[in-house]
């Protein structure tokens, strides 16, 4: 059975930045399956970008098989207390970590690769975002931008563990480190959520690239001034990002829901 297209507008954009000597980013739209996707891959010799590639590549394939055959087998059970298309992305993901670890494993090359994923899958009641790593998801609703997730790095857990002074925060000499990532271990959490969409609303997948180069209100303000033109928009994005010092690979995805607009 095809799957219902919800109706949207995509734009997605990535750069290898001002300081990195090739790109570890990959991102992806599936429109056919509503599925939009960042991953932010790390480790030495290239082997970050197999890592984000591999999360896509197998988030899409598992994407595709469920889409063909709703009774396919799937790798994990489902968790009764989630709806059935929340169970399919987290399955996704978790399959997607559990490929990158054995690759890490398989070969020493790939020793300690892993991968930031942020996803946004459109259902006909909704949304759901998942995410592992501290690449972000935000939410674009009538002039207000606000970030979705909340980052899994050693920062954020010192923040929230005792209140840091912005001056103490702006000099952490860990920012990069993160605490949860696909391909660490065997298996992994998935942090996940629903949304209501409404039409107009902007959803931006982004590595921190992106986030860490342009603080959240002039992120807000670039989507004010340029979301008529998605594509333009994450073209402004990335070029102030390398602006500002681009010191990082820099990736971005913007989703604009159109809703009843689109009949």
């Known amino acids: 059975m095809p799957t219902e ?24 739209i599936i429109e056919e399956e509503n599925l939009y996707l960042v991953a932010d891959g790390m480790g030495g010799h290239a ?18 098989a469920t889409g063909e055959d709703p009774d396919a087998t799937w790798p994990y059970k489902m968790d009764k207390t ?49 995410h592992v790593g501290d690449s972000r998801i935000y939410r674009h609703r009538d002039g207000k931008f606000e970030q979705m997730t909340e980052d899994h790095s050693l920062l954020n857990d010192y923040m929230k563990m005792k209140k840091l002074t912005p001056e103490e925060i702006e000099k952490f000499p860990h920012k990069n480190v993160i ?17 209501v969409p409404r039409p107009g609303d902007v959803f931006m997948l982004c590595s921190d690239g992106l986030s860490g180069m342009i603080d959240d209100p002039e992120m807000g303000a670039i989507i004010d001034q340029h979301g008529a033109d998605l594509s333009v928009c ?12 681009g ?17």
């Open 5 to 28: 297209r919800i109706p949207v507008q995509v734009a997605g954009e990535t750069n290898v930045g001002r300081k990195r000597s090739h790109n570890e980013d990959s991102f992806t």
């Open 47 to 64: 082997s970050g970008e197999v890592a984000s590639q591999l999360a896509i590549e197998t988030i899409r394939s598992f994407f595709q």
């Open 82 to 130: 989630r709806k059935y298309e929340e169970n399919r992305l987290i399955t996704s993901v978790k399959l997607a970590n559990l490929r990158i670890f054995e690759a890490a494993q398989a070969e020493a090359k790939y020793r300690g690769m892993g991968t930031t994923v942020t996803a946004v899958f459109l259902v006909p009641e909704g949304i759901y975002v998942a």
């Open 179 to 195: 605490v949860r990532a696909l391909g660490m271990k065997e298996t992994v959490k998935v942090d996940t959520q629903f949304d």
């Open 234 to 245: 994450s073209s402004q994005l990335v070029e102030i990002a390398n602006e500002h010092g």
């Open 247 to 263: 010191v990082d690979n820099i990736t971005v995805v913007l989703i604009r829901y159109l809703g009843d607009k689109a009949s």
